[in-house]
Nanobody
Framework: VQFLESGGGAAQAGGSLILSCGVS????????MGWFRQAPGKEREGVAA???????KYADNVNGRFTISQDNAKNTLYLNMNNLKPEDSAEYYC??????????????????????WGKGTQVTVSS
């Protein structure tokens, strides 16, 4: 599986960014995927996820501000981030896994659900 992540960069508080993650090697349709992030000195945290059945889960601290979506024709995952806050600054990682059994182990925002991770894209939000 290969990933092409893009869309990271700098934004001011209250601004918006859209992350994209093109996946090659496997189809994302019918599988599970999501976004995680990790800031320096902090633990990795799940941000948003889509299950194999299309159910969406958001972390409480981004719910209402971030939107995860997928384009099956482009085999691409997106994260639309609005009303950004300085605490959203982190390296953001695209994750996927394949197969119903794999996609039902653990919970959607638990990193152990996902076997395949992108290299990350940096998001920096200034106040």
């Amino acid at each position: 599986v290969q990933f092409l992540e893009s869309g990271g960069g700098a934004a001011q508080a209250g601004g918006s960014l859209i992350l994209s993650c093109g996946v090659s090697g496997y189809t994302i349709s019918g599988n599970c995927m999501g976004w995680f992030r990790q800031a320096p000195g902090k633990e990795r945290e799940g941000v948003a996820a889509i299950g194999y059945d299309g159910r969406i889960k958001y972390a409480d601290n981004v719910n209402g501000r971030f939107t995860i979506s997928q384009d099956n024709a482009k085999n691409t995952l997106y994260l639309n981030m609005n009303n950004l806050k300085p605490e959203d600054s982190a390296e953001y990682y695209c994750v996927v896994n394949f197969g119903r059994w794999q996609c039902t182990r653990s919970t959607p925002l638990n990193p152990t659900r996902y076997n395949h991770w992108g290299k990350g894209t940096q998001v920096t939000v200034s106040s």
